[in-house]
């Protein structure tokens, strides 16, 4: 029988894209202040902080595998967190048109009883339009990304802003790159399309 595995957010998005795996796994908060350290990288802020929200979630199960992910997008080497606000998007969206933004993914899995713990950045690039004020305007109004690092959702109409996408795994780009994961997933001895396979037979 395979380990429990928890997913360490209650993102909506991360929570949509493991379910594509066909796995069974829980979501749990973790309680994490999220707030950058004085001349952190952004590299090292997203691999800390998914370090961290794993870490909080498995003290309490420690024979779980569990992932925690985090994510920021940087521009002109400044870091772009969740706007939270429409004037903030806006701005965002603003700093992003013609230009290339990276996107860096923090992602961890830690299994407390086994004394493991993995974790890695996955970039990943998008090219921006040239965007003129109507069209973030009209943009934001319909999609309302404001929990989004970068502001939008490239899983909807966010798609329409890009005009090239590059690296190895779009997931990466909603939050949760699960290339990566399998590799990590299998480095502790799970193997996915196993686990997928026992739970689809559970369920007939």
């Given at each position: 029988m395979h380990r429990p595995l928890i997913l360490a957010s209650t993102s909506p998005y991360r929570r949509t894209l493991l379910e594509k795996l066909g796995l069974p796994f829980s979501c749990i908060a973790p309680r994490v202040d999220e707030q950058p350290l004085a001349g952190e990288s952004a590299n090292a802020l997203v691999e800390r902080l998914a370090l961290a929200k794993a870490a909080a979630v498995a003290t309490q199960y420690p024979d779980a595998l569990v992932i925690g992910s985090d994510q920021v997008a940087v521009i002109d080497g400044v870091i772009l967190g969740k706007p939270h606000s429409h004037d903030r998007a806006f701005a965002q969206l603003q700093a992003a048109s013609g230009k290339t933004v990276t996107f860096l993914t923090g992602l961890a899995l830690i299994h407390k009883a086994g004394e493991a713990a993995l974790s890695l950045v996955e970039p990943f690039e998008v090219k921006f339009r040239s965007l003129d004020e109507q069209t973030i305007e009209h943009y934001l109004r319909l999609e309302q990304p404001y929990e989004c690092a970068g502001s939008f959702?490239?899983?909807?109409?966010?798609?329409?802003?890009?005009?090239?996408?590059?690296?190895r795994d779009p997931n990466a780009l909603i939050g949760l790159p699960l290339i990566a994961l399998n590799d990590l997933l299998a480095r502790l001895g799970y193997d996915i399309l196993a686990a997928a396979r026992s739970a689809q037979s559970t369920r007939t």
């Open positions: 959702k490239s899983e909807g109409l966010g798609i329409v802003l890009f005009e090239a996408l590059n690296g």
